[in-house]
């Protein structure tokens, strides 16, 4: 049974958060994340109708290499929807929500696990009667920081926008319709405030619950891992980092030699890269198979030029995300290292950064020792951010 909450008191709560001045003497972020511990008596939102009330999702507290203007270019937020409080708190209902599948039992959130980074730790997902995805479901850490705004491993998706909807759609995933959808949510009594709240009037639709969701997703924003302390104290990702030994430091530094071209969104002019975001810039092939198996990107555009190209999510978290690829072929993070420094295959549409030389049919295998491999594993652990993993703010609001 999910949880119901006190009408009354909600829609006025969420008035109170909506009215709530900068200059009353209380900060936006007083205002907001008090009530995560209960510990302001002057917090507005009274505690019984929590999680139903706002954190802060609009202005959260992100370290200066993730304000800059090179940063805020990747952001991919449309103007017309852009991350308010009540909207994700709307979004973050609606992520967890069974009742969003045809037979009540599948949520966005079942396929996309807060603790693995919202992806899945299974090869392929589950459906809600238990057909299983035909790819792995990529974690949606840091989608808002991917420029091209496009979502899937294959890009079917021209905006978040959209594809928050195709899953609920899918005959295998959640397989409902969209007037389905708004019956039911129209016949849960936490909704309708909710939806006054975050977009002014109690009416639901579909595009509603479009926006919310992108707006929750688009603030999952992992900021905090050792990463980001180490770059905060030296501002480049150059240079040794004091919090690191010297086995991350080197696994560091053999990723900016070995791994940054693709995976720091640097494939452009100039090959600017970015020392806080870790997207591919665009789909790629990264020679997984040397004949297709799977077009990818090439069957969305028709273009055998495409063939067997796939996005690929942040490497932020990707620690405590296996299995890896789009079928989840990688059991472990050690068996990727292991591919890319020696099992890369030539696919005529193989990536340039590795192609162009070497023995192997012009591919460039890198073939680092086991101790290059294991520093670069020990560097790309300190990516994991803890405190992300287990926010308040992200997780289960059926479960408080």
């Not at 200066?64 to 994700?88: K, L, S």
């Not at 009416?203 to 603030?219: D, P």
């Not at 993070?333 to 950064?353: C, K, M, T, W």
């Amino acid at each position: 049974m999910k949880k119901r909450i006190n009408l009354p008191v909600l829609v006025l709560s969420l008035l109170v958060l909506s009215s709530c001045q900068k200059d009353d003497g209380l900060t936006q972020e007083d205002t907001l994340g008090a009530t995560a511990n209960g510990s302001d008596p002057t917090d507005p939102i009274p505690q019984e109708i929590w999680p139903y009330s706002s954190y802060n999702y609009e202005f959260p507290d992100l370290p200066a290499h993730f304000q800059t203007a090179q940063v805020r270019g990747f952001d991919n937020t449309p103007a017309n929807n852009p991350i308010t409080n009540e909207g994700a708190t709307l979004g973050r209902v609606l992520f967890y929500e069974k009742a969003m599948s045809q037979n009540q039992t599948i949520s966005c959130a079942s396929c996309h696990q807060q603790e693995v980074a919202f992806g899945d730790p299974a090869p392929l997902s589950d459906g809600f009667t238990g057909g299983q995805t035909g790819r792995h479901s990529m974690g949606l850490v840091n989608s808002t920081y991917y420029e091209r705004g496009r979502f899937f491993w294959d890009e079917r998706a021209a905006t978040l926008e959209e594809q928050v909807l195709l899953p609920i759609q899918d005959p295998v995933e959640m397989g409902m319709d969209l007037e389905t959808l708004v019956e039911r949510l129209e016949g849960l009594d936490y909704y309708p405030p909710l939806f006054e709240a975050a977009f002014g009037s109690s009416e639901i639709n579909s595009e509603k619950v479009s926006l919310a969701l992108a707006q929750f997703i688009r603030s999952m924003v992992s900021s905090k891992s050792r990463y980001d302390e180490g770059l905060a104290m030296v501002g480049r990702i150059q240079a040794n980092f004091p919090n690191f030994n010297a086995m991350e430091n080197l696994g560091k530094n053999l990723f900016v030699q070995h791994c940054g071209t693709c995976h720091q969104s640097a494939l452009g002019p100039g090959d600017v890269r970015s020392d806080a975001i870790f997207h591919m810039a665009v789909p790629l092939n990264n020679g997984l198979d040397a004949v297709t198996t799977d077009r990818g990107f090439g069957a969305v555009t028709g273009n055998p030029a495409d063939d067997g190209k796939f996005k690929s999510g942040s490497m932020r978290n990707i620690a405590v995300q296996p299995p890896y690829m789009h079928d989840g072929r990688f059991p472990t993070l050690r068996a990727v290292i292991d591919f890319y420094s020696e099992g890369v295959q030539n696919h005529p549409n193989l990536s340039p950064p590795l192609g162009g030389g070497g023995p192997n049919g012009g591919v460039r295998q890198i073939n680092l020792t086991n101790q290059e491999k294991e520093a670069l594993e020990a560097f790309l652990n300190t990516m994991t951010d803890n405190e992300f993993l287990s926010d308040p703010k992200f997780s289960d609001p059926f479960k408080q």
